[in-house]
């Protein structure tokens, strides 16, 4: 009797069989030298990589940090740029032809057409402008072109601005309907303690929730100062990214050719997709902002995680200043945040009716009530 023949190992996740559309993100601290060069020779391998996944089959979109290190260094500005708000800003504006050249150079070295394009946060927390933006993205994937996305720095501020390029990452990820992301950085992934500070740290290589006990082990600290990019940014780029069905890789890229060294088995942490949703409550995954808040009850927060809409019986309080269609965060009174979706009513109504039944509120509002607060096909958990 003869032996069965093995089966075929199912491709890695993020491997060119399994993942047509790969975002890449570069940091800074791997593109740009302390001395404000760019790391040539390396970043040359890491497009040889690149290359050869779209050989493959596989389109890569890249979002690449560093272009205010760059940007410093030729404007001779102190502290890498990062001085002032205006200091960024045009060392922002400098750097950034530098670093769109030096990209679609190197890129069409192996024949491969490079595009540029420039995000703030608004562009993707709009549902207009995400749209907008996605269909741009899809379209230069489709004609076989490599994107190079930045953050637009010369013109966001605190206030409205991703502040790394990590959850950038995960939002492009997700408005190119990418299958996967891979965050280049200066560390293996995450460790279960700072590895630092704690020679027994572990690597944790596969995560399939992002739950207290993960959080529990980010650092806030950026590992080599120059970029913005803590662990804290990572683990929300892997929310965001894991609730659009993308996996995400937190890898070491300080080694030449570091897709390479992943595909071969390099260290670094997986974190795997949830299921896939629709397309309008994928975007309300993805979002950074909200423009309230609205404090539930344990007996709501039980009932919107079998499916329920929020009624306004459920609710015990409402924060901020938001109109009806505004983005809401849903949270228990421990302050968890729950639940996304989009307000049923302004912040003032919202208040009145809190704790009352649906019978009631006509009453108190003067008019009929709509169904719920936050209903159901506009909301999406956390």
């Keep these: ?58 389109r890569v979109v890249i979002v690449s940090s560093g272009a205010i290190a760059l940007g410093a260094r030729r404007l001779g500005l102190p502290k890498g740029g990062r001085a002032s708000l205006e200091d960024a800003q045009a060392a922002a504006a400098t750097g950034q032809i530098a670093l769109s050249q030096c990209w679609a150079e190197l890129l069409g070295a192996h024949t491969i057409t490079a595009a540029q394009m420039l995000v703030t946060l608004d562009d993707l927390e709009d549902r207009r402008r995400f749209l907008n933006a996605s269909a741009t993205l899809r379209r230069l994937i489709a004609l076989g072109v490599v994107p190079v996305i930045n953050e637009n720095d010369s013109v966001a501020t605190e206030e409205i601005r991703f502040g790394d390029n990590d959850r950038l990452a995960a939002r492009i990820a997700q408005a190119a309907g990418a299958g996967g992301v891979v965050l280049l950085s200066d560390v293996d992934g995450l460790y279960t303690t700072n590895p630092k500070n704690d020679p ?25 100062g120059m970029g913005s990019g803590g662990m804290l940014s990572k683990l929300e780029a892997a929310r965001i990214a894991t609730s659009a069905g993308a996996h995400l890789a937190i890898a070491n890229g300080t080694h030449d050719h570091p897709l390479d060294r992943l595909a071969q088995g390099g260290r670094c942490t997986v974190f795997t997709a949830g299921k896939l949703g629709k397309g309008r409550k994928l975007w309300l995954a993805g979002r950074m902002t909200a423009r ?43 302050g968890e945040t729950i639940a996304r979706g989009l307000s049923e009513y302004d912040a003032t109504d919202a208040a009145r009716i809190t704790g009352l039944r649906s019978d009631a509120i006509a009453e108190i509002l003067g008019h009929a009530p709509r169904s719920a607060l936050v209903h159901r096909d506009q909301m999406v958990l956390l």
């Design 1 to 58: 009797m003869t032996a069965a023949a093995a089966s075929p190992s199912p491709p890695a996740p993020l491997s060119p069989a399994a993942c047509p559309v790969l975002v890449v993100k570069v940091g800074s601290a791997l593109l740009v030298a302390p001395d404000g060069t760019v790391r040539r020779d390396w970043l040359a391998s890491l497009v040889a990589d690149i290359a050869a996944r779209i050989a493959d089959g596989q």
């Design 292 to 334: 309230g808040r609205i404090v539930v009850d344990a007996g709501a927060a039980a009932a919107l995680a079998k499916g329920s809409s929020l009624l306004a019986a459920g609710a015990t309080a409402v924060e901020g200043r938001f109109a009806r269609g505004d983005v809401v965060e849903i949270a228990t009174i421990n």
């Design 200 to 224: 027994d740290a572990r690597l944790v290589e596969s995560v399939a929730r992002i739950d207290a006990r993960i959080r529990a082990m980010a650092d806030g600290g950026s590992a080599s």
